[in-house]
């Protein structure tokens, strides 16, 4: 193996890695966000957000990340008239894919939760939806923790995808060293190593959340 070729290319590849990890912490961001209107307005008992709500979940995790890319940045173009700039496709089509499965996370960690919580909210004079924000979803994020950590880490591998359409993240840097210098072995390795240390460093992460709530549960 030729790690001349490994640290002559590294700086390209870390460049890459950060371009993946920030589309990484927006998307699951935005997911986040998204997957948490979601999973309330599916627990809301309104008919129609939830037949909403249960149409888009299916829908995207019935289909291919790829293929979403693909609709976002090939095909929506010719819809709404002009090109869409292939960070902002990759950014929505990620955020739009992991909204999904947040939604679903959310709303386990949600039905999780004692359902007395909600009576004694609703006892207390406080709306639906006020029960929902200041008891119900700060108990269930305890729970939601791991599941959330396991998205964030799935989504960073998932990010690799958005290459197709030219953005050069860490996946398609790889691709374009490789055309130049035909180091495979090489370059395959560095790009493996630096996605796993990207997962383990939010591993970490997760499981000193975890452990953080834990203490404050026992404080």
């Known amino acids: 193996m030729n790690f001349n070729l490994i640290c002559d290319n590294l700086p390209l590849l870390l460049l890459g890695a950060g371009v993946t990890i920030k589309i990484t912490a927006i998307s699951v961001g935005l997911g986040f966000l998204l997957g948490l209107v979601v999973s309330v307005c599916r627990m809301s008992g309104i008919k129609l957000l939830n037949a909403v709500c249960v149409c888009y979940v299916n829908i995207i995790r019935g289909t291919p990340i790829l293929v979403q890319i693909f609709l976002i940045y090939f095909a929506l173009p010719r819809v709404i008239g002009h090109q869409i700039d292939p960070f902002l496709a990759a950014v929505a089509a990620c955020s739009i894919n992991s909204g999904a499965y947040v939604s679903e996370i959310f709303r386990a960690g949600i039905q999780s939760v004692d359902k007395g919580q909600m009576e004694a909210g609703r006892s207390l004079g406080l709306s639906w939806m006020q029960t929902m924000i200041y008891i119900i979803i700060p108990q269930a994020f305890k729970h939601v923790i791991p599941p959330l950590g396991n998205e964030f880490i799935s989504m960073t591998k998932e990010t690799s ?26 370059i395959w390795v560095a790009v493996a190593v630096i996605y796993l240390i990207m997962t383990l460093g939010i591993a970490r992460l997760v499981n000193y959340l975890e452990r953080r709530f834990a203490t404050d549960d026992r404080d």
């Open 161 to 186: 995808q958005v290459s197709v359409i030219g953005f050069e993240e860490l996946t398609r840097r790889g691709q374009l060293i490789i055309s130049k210098t035909y180091g495979s072995l090489e």
